[in-house]
């Protein structure tokens, strides 16, 4: 079954002032659906085309060799947005706490701590990229990736990921990407955060 863009879980404008209408609506409506566009038409025809994308990208290289770069960037680029998507929430933000507050603290020292790590890591990825709260098997690791590559593709799982390609702040912040992290914090949906981690912890 072909992939599909989701529709947001809240109205474009839900996140102002930190994230733009403006830059919700080019991004939502127009790369995310790009990305689906030409992951639907990388997989058509191929044994993967009925797949969740998770899979897919767990299993690229089994992939014919002409589909993994297509599939890579574009499935990567819909399951990437996906998760962005809801990760974020109007009048959210704040901290974690229980079970994710504690193992942020854990693996980091502190939450600040952490805070400073995924904004460094999103600050220094050169060119287009994200930067991810990932768990690796063994606990929690702040990774960055280039481009819509994913964390699933490394074996780790992606909890929360912030997108740091320019057409994700740029309308409003030009090339301030760390005011553009900073901000970011105010809608991080922690709650959808505690949850992928309850499911691999």
Do not use: C
């Not at 790369?31 to 009925?50: F, I, P």
């Not at 589909?67 to 009048?91: D, I």
């Amino acid at each position: 079954m072909a992939y599909s863009v989701p529709p947001l879980p809240y109205d474009y404008s839900a996140l102002e002032p930190h994230i733009d209408e403006a830059t919700m609506r080019v991004h939502h409506d127009k790369h995310h659906q790009a990305y689906v566009d030409k992951a639907n038409a990388a997989l058509e025809g191929t044994e993967w085309a009925d797949s969740a994308i998770e899979e897919v990208l767990k299993n690229l290289q089994h992939l014919p060799a002409d589909k993994q770069g297509p599939v890579r960037n574009n499935g990567g680029g819909h399951y990437n947005h996906t998760l962005f998507w809801e990760s974020m929430a109007p009048g959210a933000g704040g901290e974690p706490d229980g079970a994710l507050r504690t193992a942020i603290d854990s693996a980091f020292g502190s939450f600040g701590d952490f805070k400073a790590k995924l904004k460094d890591a999103g600050v220094n990825r050169f060119g287009s990229g994200w930067s991810w709260l990932v768990h690796d098997g063994s606990g929690l690791a702040v990774v960055s990736s280039a481009n819509q590559d994913n964390p699933i593709s490394a074996g780790q799982t992606p909890l929360l990921g912030v997108d740091v390609w320019e057409h994700a702040y740029y309308l409003k912040y030009q090339n301030r990407r760390p005011d553009y992290i900073d901000a970011w914090w105010n809608v991080v949906n922690w709650p959808k955060v505690a949850e992928r981690f309850g499911a691999v912890s």
